[in-house]
């Protein structure tokens, strides 16, 4: 019985000194018994990679659709009946090809009539000058009889115009497309007769981000591909593009044209284009420094012994390492090897192994 209360007692003193010194104003905790997770004040080892600065060439990625390099919808500008169509739908025509007749004879009477006023007047005008010089005409009498000869004159420009409108001509060399009229159509103005499209060479637009809105110049080379054509490549070049950034997408609108002589590629057309800029001066890390989270890209820079998270911008991907936009400065230095170890402002320690190996 001795020997029992002996261990209850010396258990009861161990227990009563550890409450003790649990209590004591003066005790500190041990290394990773703080905060949640049981590790704020440990140090963790980790391995970093400076920030460093290189020369990349710039190739910007993007993608867009296909446009005619000329396109238009013809339409009729009269109220008239269609006498003849002169096409066939998609074939290739050549510019001032006449592609629809309408009606012309009332439009060709209304021009002999004003020309035969237009040869009147023209005879009163020339007698009437005679007589002027005579005294034997008025000044105000020859006055209105010149007045009467110049509005013929426009009566018969007039005439020519309403004439010209009963044929439709190809504004330009291309492909046409369906016809919409048929022959005897009566076709009220405005009415769709066919489309025109010059797909000789094809007109790329498209959208790049901002930060390389420097980069862009006319006359960069481009290169374009299309889907469901694998392999085949179309070669071009940056014609224009926007004087401003898209406030809402942060982009500019950007136009390349390419050449397409055998007429494969169709306006419409989903395209994918790699514009090649002047190489630039880029801030690149390790791709293993990256912390994706809830769609945005993080990495833990070491500020002496303390790890701190800082929010990054990255842009083009190489071979194990990115290319940071912002966010970063020259000669930080980025974790590499522990970033699940640690959190924001954890503390860590970096091994002279860890420089060795990034120099390496």
Do not use: H, W
């Amino acid at each position: 019985m001795r020997v029992n209360r002996f261990v209850l007692i010396a258990v009861t003193a161990t227990g009563g000194l550890a409450g003790v010194l649990g209590c004591s104003p003066n005790a500190k905790p041990v290394d990773g018994a703080r905060g949640p997770g049981g590790n704020a004040g440990a140090v963790t080892a980790v391995v970093t990679s400076p920030v460093v600065e290189k020369e990349l060439d710039l190739l910007i990625e993007a993608v867009g659709s296909a446009r005619a390099n000329e396109s238009v919808e013809l339409t009729s500008k009269t109220l008239n009946i269609v006498t003849a169509i002169r096409f066939v739908e998609g074939e290739v025509v050549r510019r001032d090809t006449v592609l629809i007749e309408f009606d012309g004879a009332q439009p060709r009477a209304e021009l002999a009539e004003a020309e035969a006023a237009l040869i009147e007047s023209t005879a009163a005008l020339e007698r009437s000058r005679s007589l002027a010089s005579t005294k034997i005409l008025s000044q105000s009498q020859l006055d209105q009889i010149e007045a009467t000869y110049k509005a013929n004159q426009a009566r018969v420009a007039a005439a020519k115009s309403r004439l010209s409108d009963t044929v439709i001509r190809a504004p330009f060399s291309g492909r046409t497309g369906f016809r919409r009229v048929s022959v005897g159509s009566l076709v009220p103005p405005g009415t769709a007769i066919t489309t025109l499209d010059d797909t000789s060479v094809i007109k790329i637009e498209f959208t790049v981000p901002q930060v390389y809105q420097y980069a862009l110049k006319d006359g960069l080379p481009v290169v374009a591909t299309a889907s469901g054509l694998p392999g085949q490549k179309f070669d071009g070049r940056i014609s224009a593009f926007d004087s401003r950034v898209d406030p809402v997408t942060r982009t500019i609108n950007t136009r390349a044209v390419v050449s397409n002589r055998d007429g494969i590629l169709k306006p419409g057309t989903f395209m994918s284009v790699v514009v090649r800029a002047a190489p630039t001066k880029a801030l690149v890390v390790p791709e293993a420094a990256l912390v994706p989270e809830q769609g945005r890209v993080f990495v833990f820079v070491a500020e002496g012994d303390t790890a701190l998270k800082q929010e990054v911008s990255i842009g083009r991907r190489l071979t194990g390492e990115v290319e940071i936009l912002s966010g970063l400065k020259r000669e930080q230095q980025v974790i590499v090897e522990g970033t699940q170890k640690v959190r924001d402002k954890s503390r860590i320690s970096q091994s002279q192994y860890a420089a060795v190996a990034t120099e390496s």
